[in-house]
């Protein structure tokens, strides 16, 4: 993408209406527009990072064997009057009657739905496991939405619906999700920690929730210091292996981590002195096994292999797939701007032209531009005719991970200059180097 052919509309004063950090970046970069309370429209830059996330979401959930769909935003009301969650759901959820007079929701989850897929098409238990899930929009009519993309009345969240033959299979499913989500995360440049949690109006057993700390979180956190070093790392995961994956679920979640909900003050004072960590957290992700909540009243049930009709076991699971974008950026800022985890950078790389006009200097940059995309790397060619000092600032603003500099002088020598926005250190080296070694960095993130 050249910049003078893209729609970037960055902001030069810090909008005051914003509170916190990544709110006023994604406003002063251009991401999003807010168009009523708690409701965004996803300018370019901010939807690519969007698509970005839910493309990480997909990949690690189909990994893990489980089965994209797509349910709608509105739903009847009477799906809800069977669970009984029609009149207990509360204010949050936004009612709306259609023409024809009849009862719908705009939906703030999807349990009710999926559980009445399943139980029209269903029939045996030998078509489960069965994990379904989609990335689709919400709405909660929040008391106070805030903080931008964090706290929003529209919002686009990642559910997952499992459904198992009994609880030891579901407990599986869960854990499943755990290890997927932990994934998700590192791949987003995340530390999100598994945090016992309360299982709150939704209902159930057993619980977690993802946390990702940031002293601008809403949610108070206690914590061993020492699971903030727990990373999955490349290790290869066999989503098949019950008790594989129960392992892994067991090195995240045996050290303490709670949120105040759950917090114990004497298992927490048991931290040896210098582990123990009091903080704030972003909830990233939360999952839940719950059992027959919905299958009993909804009668979703299935034929064992006794022949019995049996409720179905389930859980959901969710991801705050546009809550992500402003947890990554409260986790990766400095002064100047984001600074975009290569997982999901909008651009792999920035392309600063230092002498728009110079014939040399033009042509190195087309060049460069077109050798950056035969490898399949999206770049942001910034061809304004602007300072050199304005062009930095806007992709320091704007995060991009890398950028590389061409001018004049370096082209005399055979070279330009890679620059990572992290350390801001600069090496020159030839135009093919430079390429060579985005293709290496990338790689790494695939
Ligand atoms: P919260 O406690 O933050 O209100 P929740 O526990 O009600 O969230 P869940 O039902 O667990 O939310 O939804 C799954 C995920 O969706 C949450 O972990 C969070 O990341 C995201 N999410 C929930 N509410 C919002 C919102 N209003 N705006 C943006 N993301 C949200
Ligand atoms: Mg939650």
Redesign the pocket.
């Known amino acids: 993408m050249r910049l003078t052919r893209y729609f970037l509309p960055v902001l030069k004063e810090t909008p005051a209406e914003a509170q916190i950090v990544s709110h006023r970046l994604m406003l002063r970069a251009g991401m999003i527009k807010q168009q009523a309370a708690?409701i965004y429209s996803w300018l370019p830059l901010g939807l690519k990072v969007l698509r970005r996330i839910e493309q990480i979401v997909h990949e690690e959930q189909e990994r893990a064997g489980h089965i994209a769909l797509l349910m709608p935003t509105l739903q009847p009301a009477d799906l809800w009057r069977e669970s009984g969650r029609y009149d207990d759901y509360g204010e949050e959820m936004l009612r709306i009657t259609d023409r024809h007079k009849r009862e719908m929701l705009y939906g703030?989850?999807n349990e009710e739905m999926i559980t009445d897929i399943f139980r029209s098409n269903v029939e045996s238990y030998k078509q489960l496991p069965l994990t379904l899930y989609h990335i689709q929009w919400?709405f909660?009519d929040?008391v106070r939405?805030r903080f931008g993309?964090?706290?929003?009345?529209e919002?686009?969240?990642k559910?997952g619906y499992t459904f198992d033959i009994d609880k030891d299979a579901a407990l599986h499913a869960y854990n499943r999700h755990m290890v997927s989500y932990l994934r998700t995360y590192e791949r987003m440049g995340l530390t999100a920690i598994p945090m016992r949690?309360d299982s709150?109006?939704?209902g159930g057993d057993d619980t977690h929730?993802?946390l990702v700390l940031a002293s601008t979180g809403?949610?108070e956190v206690f914590y061993d210091a020492a699971v903030t070093d727990l990373h999955l790392g490349d290790r290869e995961i066999d989503y098949a292996d019950r008790a594989g994956v129960k392992a892994v679920c067991d090195e995240f979640t045996t050290l303490y981590a709670r949120t105040d909900e759950t917090h114990d003050a004497a298992l927490f004072d048991a931290i040896p002195p210098e582990r123990r960590r009091v903080g704030r957290g972003?909830?990233?992700?939360?999952i839940?096994y719950f059992g027959t909540k919905y299958s009993d009243p909804m009668k979703a049930n299935v034929v064992n292999d006794q022949g019995a009709r049996v409720p179905v076991h389930m859980g959901?699971h969710?991801?705050?797939?546009?809550?992500?974008l402003?947890?990554i950026i409260e986790a990766s800022h400095d002064e100047r701007g984001i600074i975009w985890p290569e997982g999901v950078t909008p651009f792999a790389v920035g392309i600063v032209n230092l002498k728009q006009g110079d014939s040399a200097t033009d042509a190195a940059c087309e060049g460069l531009y077109a050798a950056v995309q035969a490898t399949g790397l999206e770049p942001l060619y910034d061809d304004r005719d602007d300072r050199a000092g304005a062009k930095f600032a806007t992709m320091d603003l704007i995060g991009l991970p890398w950028r590389i500099t061409v001018g004049p002088r370096g082209l005399a020598n055979g070279v330009v200059e890679l620059t990572e926005r992290r350390t801001g250190v600069s090496v020159e080296m030839t135009a093919e180097a430079a390429v060579a070694r985005l293709v290496e960095i990338y790689a790494l993130h695939r």
């Open positions: 708690g703030p989850t919400k909660r929040e939405p993309v964090m706290r929003g009345r919002f686009l969240m559910d949690a709150g109006p939704i929730e993802f809403e949610s972003i909830e990233v992700g939360q839940f959901s969710g991801i705050g797939v546009s809550r992500l402003g947890a």
